[in-house]
């Protein structure tokens, strides 16, 4: 076992993987750095 | 930063369960959410038995990893204390976490008592009245007046009815005047139509994508099933026109998500439902039908069905999780944003304002006006008007709630669906047990999709997890 493999992944570490191009202008919390490349693939557009 | 001698604790009713070959940990008492493991994460993990310093583990680890420096191993503790599973030194104050004061207000202004539709579970008395232009404009004005003065920092207008659509000149002209006000407050504003779909023509739908204006649709199953409950007043189906309000909707990009409303005529369709939200990559909520005096039918379905139809559901999700996160509107009003003591904003951070100007505590007592617009202090008037008696009755105070895992995530469910059903508050939702029995299952397709995107070689994982983990 080789511990400088742990990971520790939470909803940050999602949005620092997948890159991220914002088209949707929403009034998200992540300020336009939201996870979606598709208008509707965020979850800000969850009403 | 931790340091060699900290001895470091995981935190009480910390939830965990294995999910593929990863550990999910879930501090209900935490605002940053789910956690997920990999092996060699949740090999350190279950090495916190409250007595062991950092110094003490690095021993024990290096009998695995000779190569592990002490630096690695604080490294990885402080991502642990940074996303909340564990913590060293003191516990910070329970009540802390609840003591902030909301700084979001949700607005819900109910511009008419018309529509199009007679959906069968509906608690609104429909009749042709409407929220006349001065009056609408007027609530508006003194909300964010009366937010600005409470030192909210943003506000969301959701347009209701009846159908706020037959009213779209008024709610757009109300979009601009309330961007407008809110600009000179200096306060964040955003609006939301909630529609039952009916009328989203393809130009409604691009208007309303360059108003900048979010749609929330109403879908409760395919075909028949959304038929049997949303009908047009002459008794037909609606499917047919909300499934073309959709496609016009996702032709125009306008961020919009389903709301499902969950009754026991539809119950069985929801998988179905659920793979064609999924497949249109729409984001969509699931709410339980609420019981209310205008209904004449039983609606009602057993807690077993419904069970049953969302874990087929939620295993369609976990097959295949979308990238953002659904969590928050899987299960009702369970959400796992952030703990909280109530289950809603009412009487904390929820104005409700009908369409003759009076104000309501909830949209679900809209006979029951606690005030009006021309009153001093709106914000006031609202703190003042929640119908939970004693006022101040927290999912703490609630004896069957007090010692469950997830008070903090359903909070007890609705207060007035319970009230309704059971004659008072203190006593559990009628929904717990469908509650308690999902909850787990919603974790696990939010771990899932944590692992899918935020670990994209997880499929290389062969090793299982250790096999004891003593939390």
Known sequence: MSFKNAKVITDETVKQVVKISCECDCACQMNNDCACEAYNDCACAQV | MISNSDVPQVYVNTYIDKVENFLLVYNPISEKGIVVLNKEAAFLLQLIDGKRKIEDILLIAKQLDPKIEIAQLISIFDDFVSSEIAYVGILKNKEKLFSKKPTHLGVWLHITNQCNLRCTYCYVYKTSDSMNE?????????????????????????????????????????????????????????????????????????????????????????????????????????????????????????????SVTITSKNVENIPDLTKYLLKRNIPFAFNFYRENPHVKEELEGDDKKLVESLKEAYQLIYDNPPRYSLINGL???????????????????????????????????????????????????????????????TVDDKTPCKTCQWKYICSGGCPLLTFNQRGKYNISSPYCAVYKALIPEVLRIEAKRLIKYGYPNSNEIKTDLPSSLPL
């Open chain 2, 134 to 258: 001065n009056l609408a404009n007027e609530a508006l004005k003194k909300i964010i007046a009366d937010a600005k003065k409470h030192s909210f920092k943003k506000i969301t207008v959701k347009f209701s009815g009846g159908e706020c659509l037959l009213k779209l000149p008024q709610v757009l002209d109300l979009v601009h005047f309330g961007r407008e006000l809110a600009k000179d407050a200096k306060i964040d504003i955003e609006f939301v139509v909630l529609t039952n779909g009916v009328l989203l023509t393809e130009k409604i739908a691009s208007t309303l994508k360059q108003e900048n204006v979010r749609v929330a649709v109403s879908l409760d199953g395919l075909e028949r099933y959304h038929d049997s409950q949303r009908i047009f007043a002459n008794g037909l189906g609606s499917f047919k026109f909300v499934e073309k309000g959709i496609e016009n909707l996702l032709k125009a990009k306008v961020p919009f998500n389903v």
């Open chain 2, 331 to 393: 299960l009702d009003r369970v959400s796992f944003k952030r703990p909280h003591c109530w289950a809603c904003g009412m009487g904390h951070n929820y104005i409700v304002v009908r369409q003759d100007g009076k104000m309501v505590s909830c949209q679900m007592t809209l006979e029951k006006s606690i005030g009006s617009i021309d009153d001093e202090d709106l914000v006031k008037t609202m703190l003042k008007g929640s119908f939970i008696k004693p006022k101040k009755l």
